[in-house]
């Protein structure tokens, strides 16, 4: 039987880029198959912000971080919490390979394609309290100078170079429906051929078929993404006994083609899902005002100050602060009966402290315009934050706490806030602020973050009274929860070659990216440090092409 190019990947993301890259590399040719059109070459990771795990970075020893391989490690496995014996052996594997990455030669392998990040380094999620719990330890989030689209870049443009020389075919608009197997190896993949679509990325496109394909090759990559474009594969997957019930309201944090199909077409064919129950959703969902695909939702990664309340004008439990611990706050959450919170602050915390995820909401550091950025230490919040604060359906603004309470229950999807509850939990925390000290955890959260020198100039306010007038007006957002990343997925071995449920390698099958829970099926565990998800694509990606550069006959 001949055959259309040595590999066949499927899904033209970030794990796909990468790992076409690696083998044009070493001259092996590749048909690169996606159900959307051209525009949406790279997939998901074009609207990320480009955030980046790296440890024990020249950037990191710059801002005076102390970190390490064993800090790194010790932060990765409190955090992840592997607990299944086998589902988690591969997982636990992809752990060590990639912290030792990370803290390797990640950062230089990415220099050389020309990525750069940015000087200062971020503390995302802060975690829970405990040095052998979850979370970062130290600052780890390096923003790449470009964020997303820079990140694609970098790996797209040498793949098109090399489609130019005849090494990749892309295969655009051609839905995978099933993959062949032949004497016990993946061979290929059959499915149909999609209208053409004009739409413009991230836009959902129509599914009409318009014919058939086969194509066929020594091996498959699968790198097809995650679920969280697919509300419904998101609630049938939902860790009930673990979080709770499913939400009856998610907004979607990722394009409608992020369906999750490949997942099932797999496992049809004999490989083997694992921990399909470990999901990422965030806490911080806002209504996309201006939105590109359906549901549409922004995530805002907040500084550390804002008091965040619960559906009934509760404070949220220590640790649950903003920025600290996603799933243990989605968990919460879940149990109050309500899909919704609350952030109050004001305006000098919304000038500081709030930013906004994806590329298109950063447009200083996606175009890369240095002028643009400086303007982020001038008073004043952000462009697009300050479009959200106008024209977003979430957002509240007021001069006093009574009208501010008053528009928040205008806008309330849930039990009527009770004024005199919001009142007696904000004056309460404005009192911990007539010292430097405070028995208030979040207080001291506020202040040991301001201890490091790039939060306390450019993402932590200083510590104010909410009701002062000199920093307001004041401001309520309401906070929903929105669908974001797959933590498992199918299993795959250091070579990224999909398992089969009785634990051999499936041969020539191939896996990489979300689709394989970034590895192993799962190489976070059950919670995720931030900054990890394009290095997963990148890190499983890299592998499962340099495995089939050198194995291939």
């Known amino acids: 039987m001949s055959r259309d190019a040595d590999v066949i990947v499927v899904g033209a993301g970030l794990a796909g880029l990468v790992a076409t890259h690696e083998l044009v590399k070493a001259g092996r040719t590749v048909l690169l198959v996606d159900q959307e059109n051209a525009e949406n070459l790279g997939g998901q990771a074009f609207w990320s912000l480009g955030g980046l795990f790296l440890v024990d970075s020249p950037e990191q020893r710059r801002m005076g971080i102390k970190d390490s391989y064993e800090l790194a490690m010790q932060d990765w496995m409190g955090s992840a919490g592997f607990d299944r014996e086998r589902e988690d052996h591969w997982g636990r594997q992809w752990a060590r390979a990639y912290v030792q990455f990370a803290a390797g030669e990640k950062r230089a392998y990415l220099h050389e394609l020309g990525l750069k990040v940015m000087p200062n380094v971020g503390w995302a999620e802060r975690g829970s309290g405990s040095a052998t719990g979850h979370g970062n330890s130290v600052p780890r989030f390096h923003i790449t100078w470009g964020t997303g689209p820079e990140v694609v870049r970098v790996f797209r443009e040498p793949v098109l170079a090399s489609a130019d020389r005849g090494l990749v075919t892309f295969k655009y608009r051609h839905q995978v429906d099933e993959l062949i197997v032949e004497n016990g190896a993946a061979v290929g993949v059959r499915g149909t051929v999609l209208a053409p679509s004009t739409e413009a990325r991230g836009v959902k496109s129509n599914r009409t078929p318009a014919g058939e394909f086969e194509l066929r090759a020594q091996a498959v990559i699968v790198t097809s993404g995650g679920i969280g474009g697919n509300p419904d594969l998101v609630k049938a997957n939902w860790p009930v006994e673990r979080l709770g019930r499913a939400p009856e309201r998610m907004i979607t944090g990722v394009p409608a083609h992020v369906d999750g199909r490949m997942l099932g077409i797999t496992e049809s064919a004999g490989g083997n899902i694992v921990n399909r129950d470990r999901m990422w959703h965030y806490t911080e969902g806002i209504v996309n005002w201006d939105p590109i695909w359906p549901n549409h939702a922004i995530r805002v990664i907040p500084g550390p100050s804002s008091l965040w309340l619960d559906a009934t004008g509760k404070r949220l439990p220590v640790p649950l602060f903003p920025g600290f611990d996603t799933l243990a706050t989605l968990q919460y959450i879940l149990g109050t009966g309500h899909d919704h919170t609350w952030y109050i602050l004001t305006q000098s915390i919304?000038?500081?402290?709030?930013?906004?995820?994806?590329?298109?909401?950063n447009p200083d550091m996606t175009g890369k315009d240095l002028k643009l950025l400086l303007g982020r230490v001038k008073k004043g919040a952000t462009g697009p934050v300050e479009a959200f604060k106008q024209h977003g359906e979430d957002f509240v603004v007021r001069d006093n706490l009574r009208d501010l309470v008053d528009g928040m229950n205008a806008i309330n999807p849930g039990p009527p806030l009770d004024y005199e509850q919001v009142e007696r939990e904000v004056v309460a925390r404005d009192r911990e602020m007539d010292n430097a000290y405070s028995k208030d955890m979040q207080v001291m959260a506020i202040r040991n973050a301001r201890s490091y020198l790039p939060d306390k100039v450019t993402r932590v306010a200083k510590p104010h009274k909410l009701q002062d007038p000199a920093h307001g007006p004041m401001i309520a957002v309401r906070l929903n929860l929105l669908t974001r990343k797959t933590l498992g997925g199918l299993?795959?071995?250091?070579?990224?070659?999909?398992?089969?449920?009785?634990?051999?390698?499936?041969?020539?099958?191939?896996?990489?990216?979300?689709?394989?829970?970034?590895?192993?099926?799962?190489?976070?565990?059950?919670?995720?440090?931030?900054g990890t998800f394009l290095g997963g694509c990148i890190f499983s990606g890299r592998a499962a092409g340099r495995a089939l550069a050198r194995d291939l006959g």
């Open 491 to 530: 299993e795959t071995n250091l070579d990224s070659q999909v398992i089969r449920p009785d634990g051999s390698a499936f041969d020539g099958l191939y896996a990489a990216g979300e689709v394989a829970g970034f590895g192993g099926g799962g190489v976070h565990g059950y919670n995720a440090l931030e």
């Open 350 to 361: 919304i000038e500081k402290e709030f930013a906004l995820s994806g590329s298109e909401q």
